[in-house]
Structures are given as C-alpha cells and as structure tokens.
C-alpha cells in the first residue's frame, strides 16, 4: 500500500506571524552552586528570590570615588545552593515540555565559567536526574497511552516526517525484528544499571491537557559542536581496528520553511524514558571532555540533544491515524549543554587544549555578538544584520531568536573567588540577554473533527466485547473480525438440528418452521424496534444540530465581541509598547546625560579643590613673602640711612673743599688785583700759542701768574678719517666762537650712498630746543661700514651735546677808582671779576674728550 507523506504545514517566507506584536523575553535563570570546600571565599551572595550581589574577593578589591564597589545582578529567578533538581526543573524546563506537547518548539541552554555546574544541572547525578531525564519522563508520562506503533511516522532527510498506513508500518516492524541486531535500543531491555539512578524519577510530572485525539510519536538526536564543527554523535560507524575512520562532520542547511537543521543526522524514535535516555547515554560516552586545571571533566565542546514530537489526529472513526499532511505537526525541544568558557592562563592549555578553548571561546563571542546585536536592532529600531552565519552554534538556532520558539538560558556560576572575573562577565552577558524579545510562536490549527473520537471507539469496543462475552461469544480480538451480520446473527435463536434419518419423520420439519416463524417474528421486531430506534436517533440529532447551531451562532457573536475586545487591546498594548520603548529610550538619554554631568561634577569640584589648595598655597607663601620683605625693607631702609647720612657727611666735606678752593681763587684774584698796574702785560703771539698748547686738567689751576691762552676751535679725534658731514638745510647758524670743525669732510645737506661709500665715519648735525629756550646742537657719530648686499649701513657709536648759554642775574660795578673801598666792596668788585671770568664750555660725560674735561676761556683783563 502506498503511504500518505506529510511535512511540517509551510510558513509564509518572511517569518512573521501575525500575532508578532506580542513578544515575550528571553527567560534568564540564575542557578548558583555550592562551594567544593567550606574554607574558601566568596564572592557571590544571594540578595532574594530575583537578585544576586557579586563583590570582588580580597586582595582584589576595586575602590571608586573611595567607595567599595558592590554589583547586583537581576533575573527572572535565581536558585540558590540548597536548590533541588525538580525545583529548577518545575520552574524553568516544565513550561518548555507543555509548549513541545502542544506543537510548540523550545530551545534550553546551560551558560557558564567551567566548572560551574552546567553538565550537572543538564544532566545530573545518580540518584538526582537533571533537566534532560526529567523533561523525557514528563513527555512519556503524558503521551504514553497515546503514542504511535512504531515507525507510523517516519523522518525523511529534509527535516520532514512522513506519516504511514498500519500495514506499511508494520511491515518496517518486520523488516526491523528480522535484523539479527536491533538498531535502536528496546524498551524491554535491561536498563543499565550506570544511569539506572538518574531516570528513576519518582515525581510522574505529566501535562494536564493533552489532545486525547492524537497519536504521537517521539524522535531523539544528539549532536555535538566540536571546533565549530558539527559531528553525530549517534552514528554507528563501522568500527576497524586496523585504520579507524574519523568522524565525518556534518553540514547545515535549510528546509523549505527557512529552519535549520544538520543533515544526514541520526534520528532514534523512542517509546520510553529508558530507551531515550539510553541513546542519550550512548550518545554522552562519545562527547569529548578532557582534563584541565580548572575541571577534572571538562567539556570540550557543546552538546545539544533535540527532542522532536511528531502528532497527527486520528480519523473520524478513532481507529487510524489521519493521511492527511497538512494535519501533522512536528515540534522540537533542544536542550544545550554550552561549553564553559576559561582562560588559558588559568587552565594551563596548550596544543590541542588550547585550540578548543579558542574556539569556545569564539563560539560564545559570537553568540553575545548575536544577542547585543538582537538587542539593538530591538531597542533602537535599527536594522543591522546579525552575524548568526559566523558560528555554527548561533546558526543553528537563530530561528528561535526569530520567532520560532520560547528561549530559556540557565546562568551557571561559582560563587569561589578564583572565578570572580569570569563570573562578572557571565552575570553582563545575561544581563544583556534579558533585555532581547523573541515573538511568540503561532498556535496550531484545529483539525476541525469532532472531539473525543478515541473514548467513544474504545467504549463502543468495551460495551461490544461485554456483550458478546455475556452471550457465549467470542471476545478481545476475535470480536473486532467478525462483520454486524454475524454479530446479528448471534442474537436469533439458534436453529435445531435440520437431520432426516427417516422418511416419516414429520417433527424435524415442524419445528424447524417454527425455529424460522420465531426468527423471523424476531427480526421484525428488532426491525421496528431498529426503526423506532432510528427515527428516535435523528429526532435527536435534529435537536442536537439546532442546539449547537444555537451555540455556535452565540459563541460566534461572543467570539467576535472579544475579538474587537482583543484588537482593541491589542492596539493598546502597541501604543502603550511603543510608548515605553519611546520612554525607554528617553530615560537612557537622560541616564547618559546625568552621567556625562555627574562627570563633569566630579571633574568640576576636583579642580576646585585643586584650586583651593593651590590659593591657599599662594597665601601662605604671599605671607611669608611679606614677612620676607618686610624684613628686607627694614633692613635696606637702616642701609640707606646710613648711607645717606655717610653721603651727607661727604657731601658737607666736598662742599667745605670748593668753599676753600674759591677761597684760595679769591686770594690769587685779589693779590692779582691789588698788585702794582706799572707795567702793561705783554700779549703773547699766536705762534707761540700755537706752540705752547693749553693745559687740559680736571679743574682750573690756581696759580695766580699764569699766562692768559686765546681758547680756539676744538679739533675733532677723527682728523686723519674720511668724513660725511651731514648738515641737514633746515639747521640754524648759532653764530658761537667755537664751531664744530672736521677736516677732509664731505658736507651734504642728505645722506646718499654715494658719500658714504667713500667715506669711513658719519656725523649728523642735530638742533633742538632745550627745556630753558637755548638751542642745543648735538653732533650725532657713527661708522660706515659695507653690508653683504653692497649697500653701506651706518652704525651709531657716541653724542657730543654743544649748548650755549646767556650769563644773568648779575651785575658789574662801576667805580674802580676808590682807591680805598671798603672791605665789602671790595669783596663784590672780586666776585663781580669771578663772574666775568669764569664763562666756559663743558662737554658732556661720555664724550671722547672723557668726562669732566673743561674748555676754560682766558679770563679778561681789566681796564685801567
């Protein structure tokens, strides 16, 4: 016979269901284990039933701001030490089961350092089972009564199940018993005794509300990701001692409906817990664990052991399984066993060690990769893309962050001080993780045949068989060959015996048509009684139809009042949703925000402080600075004190010694005066004053006889140099006796390069008026030298200032003829002489001449 083939019923192509508003977040559980030794620190501590506190240990502790720094972390639930297998299980993995059972997929994963408890938590210990043998004797509990023959559903190699008639499976059946060794495990078998402990759960969980009307079937797997490749672990290769094979690893790819599945994996239908669990242990001794520092059974690779439900209601009758494809649903349920993530300088890796935990590592970062990116594209409404493809782990699942199933993640850790960096880590990744939103996966269709159809069949066999048995008939399987008309039959009386051993006979005859004339009346009385039956049975279907067709038309006004009532809240629910998420997105602004100026606060008031300091700072040393100078003042005020008064002293001494000198000049005067006027002094000639040249001292000489000089022209250093005389036109003639006089000069009125080329020295004739009205000429000098562009530069080197001044305030007298004066006029008549005689030129200090050097006039003689 051939088989009705049926798939997974195909989703529309951009997956999204049209209940994809409502959204639910990852579930993150928080499970933390005991210590291994009572002496050693900790730095994990359990606030309540939702928050856990991690502190770094000692030795290693952060201080900010001068404050120890304590970090909370919030799940969904967190489970403490003492925390049994079955409550963790009740909370976190029974919900995943009642989805599977109700055509809904699920996806569980373990997350942790190594070492924190993740196989034990999935697994679990003899006499403790762990999630993964608790899940199956929870899908065998309830599906138990209701499961398939074997091989009714049949997997294909494209993520497929096919669904077979009776005689088709049966004859796999055969096929299967006649191999001389049984593929797969039977549930009759032994159970081995080394995870006997772990499957005998004592709790028989079981989902309340399963469809009675359905047939199921339960399919295992069990893969390993190893290196970031993918390798079955319950494939039986040919085993050969003398070159064993590798392992082969195996591809992923896409079905039809855009979900990822491994290829050419091995899929084991179960019909127990025992049988499961025992290709799971099969499976289990073949994954790869090693030794390390850290853990003496280390995973070295992740492991995922799916769980595939296939369901298909029966038909209208209740007997068979319905040959309709659209009607068959597939769900799965994976539970991961993530290998721990560890750092190489602790666990002492190397060579291959080393390169598996790289590749851990690697694996994990791509995952939180995937989930930071999930969370953004969620929070910000950004659409980047997620890097799923980077890893096989994230690859195979990203379905279920797409929508196809509800998302559970069990955060392991050690609550040792050895772990606290890791762990910290751990606890940001779930943190994060919390935050990512999967769509709810969509509620299978109804398959729209009555309800109960499997009860009723099974009553009618039991009341069938009851019957029969009360009669004399046959029972169990013989009842379910024979047609209604035997059965029927069965009920008339039964016939004599119909012999004719003697031809006068005349009773046999007889009482046959009597046998025949009460079955007869029999049968017409079942007849009527039928009919009765009939008519009375439609008259109730009748009112049957019209009841539910009351109820229907009640329930569909009902339906679509909650329906309005359902949209409405729906649009709520998004307005309220993109409300919050606005909100959301606001707050962290704001959050930002008030850190950037707490920042600046900080920042702010540490430089005021500084600030502070340092004024205080530049006040103490501004005291001590005054202090300082109040003493240094107070000492060069007694220095200069005494140096005035030192200055003074000399000062008085000099002016006592001029008073003297003019004293003395006084005598000379008077005894030149008062000498006899006989003889007339000879005026020396000009020759001899040209060969006698005058005495040049710091001050005039006091002898009374010396001969009167005829003061001429002052001859400039300079006679034997070339000379430009720079007169400029706008100078005034002062009409004195001594003129500025430089001999072999060139005089221009401005200054040209073609003077000063032949020339080696410069002089500038300058006039000003002075502060008392005089004209003061000043004799501005330099040399002339070539610069490198064959221009000529002058550079000034000396100032002669000549000034001229008009003598006032005094007066002559007139009356030399009194031969006897008196003493008083005689003192004036001398000073009147001083100051006729005492007119001179004095050249500035600093000028060649030297400083203090004097030019004396010859003073005049008096008339007789």
Known sequence: MKSARAKTPRRPAPKKPPNSSLKDPVGVYCRVRPLSRPDQECCIEVINETTVQIHPPEGYRIFRNGEYRETQYSFKEVFGTLVVQKELFDVVAKPLVEDLIRGKNGLLFTYGVTGSGKTHTMTGSPGDGGLLPRCLDMIFNSIGPFQAKRFVFKLDDKNGVDVQCEVDALLERQ??????????????????????????????????????????????????????????LLEEAPFDPIKPKPPQSKILREDQNHNMYVTGCTEVEVKSTEEAFEVFWRGQKKRRIANTQLNRESSRSHSVFIIKLAQAPLDADGDNVLQEKEQITLSQLSL???????????????????????????????????????????????????????????HLFKNYFDGEGKVRMIVCVNPKAEDYEESLQVMRFAEMTQEVEVARPVDRPL?????????????????????????????????????????????????????????????????????????????????????????????????????????????QGKLSEKEKTIAGQKMELERLEKKIKT??????????????????????????????????????????????????????????????????????????????????????????????????????????????????????????????????????????????????????????????????????????EKALAKCDKYMLTHQELASDGEIETKLIKGDVFKTRGGGQAVQFTEIETLKQESPTGRKRRSSPSDPDPPKDAADSEWTDVETRCSVAVEMRAGSTLGPGYQHHAQPKRRKP
């Open 447 to 555: 398959c729209g045949l009555t309800p109960g159809r499997r009860f009723r069949n099974a009553a009618f066999r039991e009341e069938l068989s009851r019957k029969l048995e009360m009669r004399g008939g046959p029972i169990n399987g013989e009842t379910e060959e024979q047609s209604v008309s035997e059965m029927f039959l069965q009920n008339l009386p039964p016939l004599p015996s119909c012999e004719l051993l003697d031809v006068n006979d005349d009773q046999t005859l007889p009482k046959l048509i009597e046998v025949l004339e009460k079955r007869h009346k029999l049968r017409q009385m079942l007849s009527e009684e039928f009919a009765k039956n009939v008519l009375a049975f439609k008259t109730m279907l009748q009112d049957f139809d019209s009841s539910v067709v009351s109820k229907e038309n009640y329930i």
């Open 583 to 752: 909100l959301e997105y606001k707050i962290e602004i704001l959050e930002k925000t008030a850190t950037i100026y707490e920042e600046d606060k900080r920042n702010l008031q540490q430089e005021l402080e500084s600030q502070s300091q340092k004024l205080q700072r530049q006040a103490s040393d501004k005291r001590r600075l005054e202090a300082r100078l109040q003493g240094m003042v107070a000492e060069t005020t007694m220095k200069w004190e005494k140096e005035c008064e030192r200055r003074v002293a000399a000062k008085q001494l000099e002016m006592q010694n001029k008073l003297w000198v003019k004293d003395e000049k006084l005598k000379q005067l008077k005894a030149i005066v008062t000498e006899p006027k006989n003889e007339k002094p000879e005026r020396p000639s000009r020759e001899r004053d040209r060969e006698k040249p005058v005495q040049r001292s710091v001050s005039p000489s006091p002898v009374p006889n010396a001969p009167p000089v005829r003061l001429r022209h002052r001859r400039s250093r300079s006679a034997g140099e070339r000379w430009v005389d720079h007169k400029p036109p706008s100078n005034l003639p002062t009409e004195t006796v001594m003129q500025p006089h430089v001999p072999h000069a060139i005089t221009v009125a401005a200054a040209s």
């Open 175 to 232: 096929k299967r018993d006649a191999m001389p060794v049984p593929k797969t495990p039977s549930g009759k078998r032994q159970i081995d005794p080394e995870f006997a402990d772990m499957i005998n759960v004592q709790d028989h969980c079981k989902v309340e509300e399963v469809d009675e009307d359905n047939v199921y079937s339960v399919f295992v797997s069990y893969i390993e990701i190893y290196n970031n490749y993918i390798y079955d």
């Open 336 to 394: 991961v066993d993530l290998a721990g993530s560890e750092r190489t300088n602790r666990t002492k890796a190397e060579g291959n060690r080393l390169r598996e935990a790289g590749n851990i590592n690697q694996s994990l970062m791509t995952l939180r990769t995937c989930i930071e990116v999930l969370r953004e594209n969620q929070m910000y409404g950004t659409n980047k893309m997620v890097p799923y493809r980077d890893s096989k782990l994230t």
